[in-house]
T-cell receptor, first 115, second 115 residues
Framework: EAGVTQFPSHSVIEKGQTVTLRCDPI?????LYWYRRVMGKEIKFLLH????????ESGMPNNRFLAERTGGTYSTLKVQPAELEDSGVYFC?????????????FGAGTRLSVL | SQQGEEDPQALSIQEGENATMNCSYK?????LQWYRQNSGRGLVHLIL?????REKHSGRLRVTLDTSKKSSSLLITASRAADTASYFC???????????????FGSGTQLTVLP
């Protein structure tokens, strides 16, 4: 069974440009999460999809960030326009079921560098 | 929002020794989980302990939870060089709606096991 895959693994862009990160969850997982770790700080929650619906987007930092999950399969996270403080590692995770004890499976992350 | 803080930030030990990492959090939780991240890889779930549990074992891992002190510890016994990684605690807090399932992470402990 394939795990959570993220693309690209690393992206280097200039301030003001647009970047789109992609996450493919484990097949059959309805729950999809985005997290990010900025400048070696703690990993912070961004948002949570249940199928194609945004269940919780309380962690999204501002309106420069747009997440979508059309069809309830893969998800994209677009940053437009990117700022220097957006640099960090963006993780995607997926899980099945509705229990709060379900384990989240993480991708390897996308390292975003904004110059 | 709650935050987990981990102690120490970095730990270096010899192979065969035990490693203990601590985690503190600030609010009520439903469960606490520990994750490991090897360099350049995704986070891997290690163990989950519920709020009504005090201790849990899994192989060479031992986790304790003290809800009165809002703290947890992860003990890795007979460490191996392959245990070298970053270790994160993460809590799950069910908010008023009971729908929040995001993980709230600590800042992590970098463990280095020397051969």
């Amino acid at each position: 069974e394939a795990g959570v895959t993220q693309f690209p693994s690393h992206s280097v862009i200039e301030k003001g440009q647009t970047v789109t990160l992609r996450c493919d969850p484990i097949s059959g997982h309805d729950n999809l999460y985005w997290y990010r770790r900025v400048m070696g700080k703690e990993i912070k929650f961004l948002l949570h999809f249940v199928k194609e619906s945004k269940q919780d987007e309380s962690g999204m930092p501002n309106n420069r960030f747009l997440a979508e999950r059309t069809g309830g399969t893969y998800s994209t996270l677009k940053v437009q326009p990117a700022e220097l403080e957006d640099s960090g590692v963006y993780f995607c995770a997926s899980s099945q079921g509705i229990s709060h004890e379900h384990i989240q499976y993480f991708g390897a992350g996308t390292r975003l560098s904004v110059l | 929002s709650q935050q987990g803080e981990e102690d120490p930030q970095a730990l270096s030990i010899q192979e065969g020794e035990n490693a203990t990492m601590n985690c503190s959090y600030k609010t009520s939780i439903n469960n606490l989980q520990w994750y490991r991240q090897n360099s350049g890889r995704g986070l891997v779930h290690l163990i989950l302990i519920r709020s009504n549990e005090r201790e849990k074992h899994s192989g060479r891992l031992r986790v304790t939870l003290d809800t009165s002190k809002k703290s947890s510890s992860l003990l890795i016994t007979a460490s191996r060089a392959a245990d070298t990684a970053s270790y994160f605690c993460a809590t799950v807090f069910l908010g008023g709606s009971g729908s929040a399932r995001q993980l709230t992470f600590g800042s992590g402990t970098q463990l280095t096991v020397l051969p």
